[in-house]
């Protein structure tokens, strides 16, 4: 479940954005981490308790596309929730963590531009704002997605690579295993991880108690 930035307290502002985005990034980086220096972490979706929507009993899922050549994406759009943005690719900043749109872009989604092609075999990493100090941002509602969503990401060429979301959770900091969120569940599919924050806002530490992770696969392809 998502936040509204209604439930913060007064004053927290960008500095409490901000250190959800460290807590969840810096997992990002780390999970990159290991993935080049050693044998990346691969597992089927987790499910129990901490499984937002999981995959429920008789939906029906298409098979996967072959992975296409790797070109870097333009924008994304998830027609079941009203979703359009353009995509920008992000580095890492002098901590280390990647980089996520400014805060002046808060409807820009940013792809992780030292990792996977949207479209090409691995799992490409898409990470938008829940929301701001004062409105919901690009992946507010990213929660309330459904297995059997599409999600299309335009690329360069103008190509679409057509997504179909198969797993959708609610990760809780607490034991947080980034080579299992972000890793791929299938390393010859091409895949896609859509990422913010969620879960409920700890005004202890100032951040977000979890992260929502959206999983989906490459089934086909458009212009």
């Known amino acids: 479940m998502t936040v509204p930035s209604g439930t913060r307290p007064a004053g927290s502002g960008r500095f409490v954005t901000g250190l959800a985005w460290a807590v969840l990034l810096s997992g990002l980086w780390l999970w990159g981490r290991d993935a080049t220096e050693g044998p990346g972490g691969s597992s089927a979706p987790t499910t129990g308790d901490i499984a937002a929507v999981g995959r429920p009993l008789g939906v029906e899922l298409p098979p996967a596309h072959a992975p296409l050549p790797p070109l870097?994406?333009?924008?994304?759009?998830?027609?079941?929730?009203?979703?359009?943005a353009p995509v920008v690719a992000r580095g890492l900043d002098d901590a280390g963590a990647i980089d996520p749109p400014p805060f002046e872009m808060p409807h820009t989604v940013g792809w992780y531009g030292s990792g996977t092609r949207p479209g090409a075999a691995g799992a490409a990493l898409l990470v938008g704002h829940v929301d701001t100090e004062t409105r919901p941002a690009v992946f507010y509602g990213l929660s309330a997605v459904r297995p059997g969503a599409k999600v299309r990401v335009t690329r360069t060429d103008g190509s679409v690579a057509e997504f179909t979301v198969d797993d959708v959770q609610v990760l809780p900091r607490e034991?947080?295993?980034?080579?299992r969120a972000y890793g791929p569940h299938d390393p010859h599919r091409a895949e896609l991880r859509l990422i913010t924050c969620g879960g409920s806002f700890d005004r202890a530490t100032g951040a977000y108690t979890a992260n929502v992770v959206v999983s989906a696969y490459l089934t086909g392809t458009g212009a």
């Open 175 to 179: 034991g947080f295993d980034p080579a």
């Open 72 to 84: 870097e994406p333009r924008r994304v759009e998830i027609p079941s929730l009203g979703i359009g």
